[in-house]
């Protein structure tokens, strides 16, 4: 285990994350486009959340490489990396079932949000958020359920916009899970600390 964190903190895996994080986040931008340029102005900001959940990862990994930690910024990726990373993976997994096949981007969007949600976790142990960071990350991220889905904005995506409803039910559930979990993982009297 010494050696992964060893591993983790070392200058040129934080690089190397953070030019992938930054090809990724440039490229969910831009899948997003055209739902982007339909959307109303006041609801720009909650729409394209993966690629905003690997850019608070960005700020993080910038934090890291000045040997700083950016508390509000590792409580706001912790939360939305692991819960858009479940998401899209329990989505395209939907996908399939639903409609018996999935296409290239559909795995590839299963691996890189896999790995998205994976990263935020195993960087848990260098984080040093606060209770004001996590509460904060928490209502950003419910605030965002309800504009994906009471207000409809979530990521369209084939069959599964029929689903609005029982999608839009285990993504709060998710969401708590992943507050739960940020809690556990960063605030909790007995997490596990490393130092940069």
């Known amino acids: 285990m010494?050696?992964?964190?060893?591993?983790?903190?070392?200058?040129?895996?934080?690089?190397?994350?953070?030019?992938?994080?930054?090809?990724?986040?440039?490229?969910?931008?831009?899948?997003?486009?055209?739902?982007?340029?339909?959307?109303?102005?006041?609801?720009?900001?909650?729409?394209?959340?993966?690629?905003?959940?690997?850019?608070?990862?960005?700020?993080?990994?910038?934090?890291?490489?000045?040997?700083?930690?950016?508390?509000?910024?590792?409580a706001l990726a912790l939360v939305t990396l692991y819960k858009y990373g479940i998401w899209a993976v329990v989505m395209n997994v939907l996908l399939l079932l639903a409609a018996g096949t999935l296409d290239w981007t559909g795995y590839m969007l299963m691996a890189s949000h896999g790995a998205m949600a994976v990263q935020g976790i195993l960087y848990a142990p260098f984080y040093r958020m606060k209770s004001w960071h996590l509460a904060f990350a928490a209502v950003w991220t419910l605030h965002d359920v309800v504009i994906d889905y009471v207000f409809r904005q979530m990521p369209h995506y084939g069959i599964l916009d029929q689903l609005y409803q029982p999608i839009g039910y285990f993504t709060f559930w998710l969401s708590i899970s992943a507050i739960v979990l940020a809690y556990l993982l960063c605030l909790h009297p007995k997490r596990r600390t490393m130092s940069l």
Do not use: C
Not at 55 to 63: C, E, K, P, T
């Open 2 to 74: 010494a050696f992964l964190y060893h591993f983790l903190r070392s200058r040129g895996v934080l690089w190397l994350l953070l030019i992938v994080n930054t090809l990724g986040t440039v490229y969910g931008y831009i899948w997003y486009q055209y739902q982007l340029v339909e959307t109303k102005p006041q609801f720009l900001l909650f729409v394209p959340d993966s690629p905003t959940a690997s850019l608070f990862f960005m700020f993080v990994l910038i934090a890291f490489l000045l040997r700083k930690n950016w508390g509000l910024f590792e």
